[in-house]
Nanobody
């Protein structure tokens, strides 16, 4: 079964930059579905960015500021965040698809423990 471990969170001032990373292990769909989500208390988890079937996708709120990338050799997914805003403060989770057989859609159903990102004004 897939497991993920996030790292790299921390505190930064508004306008600053931070990169979070996620190491995947045992992930069957590594080349198809990898994503970053975030969540703040009292709100639903939202998808921030993904690399899905070779295409990169971003939430409108982070377009132009965040960059998702992967290192297949290292089984690692990155999220480079720049021009950070206080509203980017959240727990950031990387996501995977747990299942078997051929995947046709990235229906994420597994998240790691998360890494906290705090942006102060």
């Amino acid at each position: 079964q897939v497991q993920v471990v996030e790292s790299g969170g921390g505190s930064v001032q508004a306008g600053g930059s931070l990169t979070v990373a996620c190491v995947y292990s045992g992930y069957t769909y590594m080349r198809y579905c990898m994503g970053w989500f975030r969540q703040t208390p009292g709100k639903e988890r939202e998808k921030v960015a993904g690399i899905e079937f070779g295409s990169r996708t971003y939430a409108d709120s982070v377009k132009g500021r965040f960059t998702i990338s992967q290192d297949i050799v290292k089984n690692t997914l990155y999220l480079e965040m720049s021009s950070l805003k206080p509203e980017d403060t959240a727990m950031y989770y990387c996501a995977a698809v747990r299942g078997a057989g051929r995947v046709q859609r990235c229906e994420y159903n597994y998240w790691g423990q998360g890494t906290q990102v705090t942006v102060s004004s």
